[in-house]
């Protein structure tokens, strides 16, 4: 009598870039990877990271065809390193649909204009991300997707720099005001149609029971600026990777406190609604 095929039979089966692409790119709103393709590639061990599986379901679900993409806050340069390894997770082969809002596209010309800039650029990638201080100017004259993960509020401050204009370093109030002149920046780079990414998490202090919620803030900030909210996503932020000492003390601080940690971010994507 033959056995029976079981789950894991079936996967050595599939062809190796399609079970891999499918990894890559999520099916629901819960951007949780729970074994990374892109970890951080500047070497450093602190905040301000955002996996490149992250930028990968960005890119999919909301950039289209010849796009100008624009990454104004690049730090060491993921979103390049991620479109560079687009045969990875962007392949018709692997059975996925064209991440496009209009039928017709072919993924096989799924071409992106890709530009990279920051206010202190970084990593690997130093060399190809232009400095710009985004409350001065933008980095393109038109940008039709724009991603950016801003510094979080309070938590790497001077990690970056000791600039009294970089995001990393000013106080909730300085940091909210910066964020609605970018979002209005934003909003004169780009044409009815274009599209916006931001992505944040709330902001608990666990020492205070202070509570900042920011996505809150940014969907206020945002279509004050003209823009509406088209989609929500939610990916973790993997504060509980690593268990430790250090971990269980925070872990059981915030129960005691009742002021959980701050675990998921919102992926808030914005357009420009065309006039009617």
Request: hydrophobic share 35%.
């Amino acid at each position: 009598m033959r056995a029976t095929m079981t789950e894991a039979d079936v996967r050595t089966l599939l062809p190796a870039r399609s079970s891999h692409s499918l990894s890559v790119i999520k099916p629901t709103d819960s951007w949780n990877f729970s074994t990374l393709r892109w970890p951080r590639i500047d070497g450093y061990d602190g905040h301000g990271y955002v996996p490149g599986d992250l930028y990968a379901n960005c890119l999919w679900y909301y950039a289209h065809h010849g796009d100008t993409v624009v990454d104004p806050m690049a730090g060491s340069g993921m979103l390049l390193r991620v479109w560079e390894d687009r045969s990875d997770w962007a392949d018709l082969s692997a059975g996925l649909e064209s991440p496009t809002f209009e039928a017709g596209d072919d993924r096989c010309e799924w071409n992106l204009e890709i530009v990279l800039s920051d206010l202190c650029p970084r990593g690997p990638y130093r060399e190809q991300i232009l400095t710009c201080d985004l409350l001065e100017g933008f980095p393109t004259e038109r940008a039709d997707y724009i991603i950016i993960d801003p510094p979080y509020c309070g938590l790497v401050s001077g990690q970056y720099s000791a600039l009294t204009s970089d995001l990393a370093n000013m106080d909730i109030a300085a940091w909210t005001n910066a964020l609605g002149r970018i979002a209005l920046r934003f909003r004169a780079a780009q044409s009815p149609g274009g599209r916006c990414t931001v992505i944040v998490p709330n902001n608990r202090d666990i020492t205070t029971g202070e509570r900042e919620l920011l996505p809150e803030t940014v969907r206020r900030l945002f279509q004050e600026a003209g823009y509406r909210l088209y989609d929500v996503t939610y990916a973790s932020r993997r504060t509980q990777r690593t268990q430790g000492r250090r971990m269980g003390i925070l872990n059981n601080r915030a129960k005691r406190e009742r002021t959980p940690l701050a675990d998921v971010a919102e992926v808030l994507t914005f357009h420009l609604p065309f006039q009617t």
